[in-house]
């Protein structure tokens, strides 16, 4: 029986050029993922919470990718393997669905044991008004598109892709790159999670994601179990509807 070791990223110059070191790799990151964060303050504290609408949304998500390959094209690297932009193959696949399984229920158990078994994790009273009130399922499935669809692309691209590639071609290897870009993770949602627990279920998510980019060698791996994850609490919400588990 073989062994699949885990995938080691260069640690000098790619044939194409060689990454930005690591203060510079983190200053485009945050350059990046700067506009985004600051529109999303400013509209939490905004007194008459304006609406951004989908076109602008798109704009915004867009921002960080479009500044990421400009830092590529100046560097003089292939924005595919800098971004660790592959197609994945089949084992690759089990490993981003196996560890969004592996999220999916740990985080799941540890809600419904804080609950004291009175939290499922599925809302679906709101989703039976949502159908009363003329939606769809698959409407229903993805009215939080940004989170299913937008995140794992950008939020892989920046972090397990453009910056895991600067920081493990470094002197601090790919344990270096795991850590430091789970922390940069949290450290883009302490808006959104302002929780401790909330923060640590984020960490763990980003450490395992990590785990997953580097077992692959593919941030496509990620964005599959990022997208999973995000999207399961709509969907199982839906299966206990249809189940009639409340």
Known sequence: MTRTRMTIEPQGA???GRPWGVWTSIAWLVAAMAPQQLLGLWIVQAPSQP????????LLWAIAPVVLVIAVLIR???IARCFAWTVPRPH???IAVGAAFVLILGIGLLAYVLSGGLEIGAEVDAYRQYLAAGGTPPGFLLRRYQAVIFAP????TAY??????????????????WLLT??????????DYAQPQALILVAVMGLILGLVRW?????????????LFNVWDDAFTMLAAAAGWA
């Open 51 to 58: 609406s951004i609408g989908p076109v602008l949304d798109f």
């Open 92 to 94: 690759d696949v089990l």
């Open 14 to 16: 790619v044939p194409s």
């Open 215 to 227: 077992r692959t060698g593919s941030t496509t791996a990620s964005m599959i179990t990022h997208s």
């Open 153 to 156: 692309l950008v939020e892989e």
């Open 76 to 78: 003089r690297l292939s």
């Open 160 to 177: 397990r892709g453009f910056l895991w590639r600067g920081l493990a071609a470094s002197r601090i290897g790919n344990w270096g790159a």
């Open 182 to 191: 789970s922390a940069f993770f949290v450290a883009n949602h302490i808006r």
